[in-house]
């Protein structure tokens, strides 16, 4: 599976921006897909996921309410869209995949990442 992230960028504190993963090389359709993000001197942390098959979403309490994960089977691709950013929400995002048995867990494939800085 290779996933491809996009759509970072700058942006002032409270704007907003729009994630995308792009997948290939497998079936989209039955693959979990999540998103993490790692600050300068920070761990990776989980932001959002979404399964294959409920479509249910999960976030990580500090973006509920804020971010907005979805998919298109059609177009392979996952998206994030973050409104209310925070300069605290500055970090790279990756997007990943897995297909064992629900969103939480080890995944198995990585994009690149895409930078994120939010101004304040």
């Known amino acids: 599976v290779q996933l491809q992230a996009s759509g970072g960028g700058l942006v002032q504190a409270g704007g907003s921006l729009r994630l995308s993963c792009a997948a290939s090389?497998?079936?989209?359709?039955?693959?979990?897909i999540g998103w993490f993000r790692q600050a300068p001197g920070k761990e990776r942390e989980f932001v959002s996921g979404i399964s294959w098959s409920s479509g249910s979403t999960y976030y990580a309490d500090s973006m509920k309410g804020r971010f907005i994960m979805s998919r298109d089977n059609a177009k392979n691709t996952a998206y994030l869209q973050m409104n209310s950013l925070k300069p605290e929400d500055t970090a790279v995002y990756y997007c990943?995949?897995?297909?064992?048995?629900?969103?939480?867990?080890?995944?198995?494939?990585w994009g690149q990442g895409t930078l994120v800085t939010v101004s304040s």
């Open positions: 990943a995949s897995r297909s064992g048995l629900g969103v939480f867990g080890s995944y198995d494939y």
């Open positions: 090389g497998s079936t989209f359709s039955r693959l979990h």
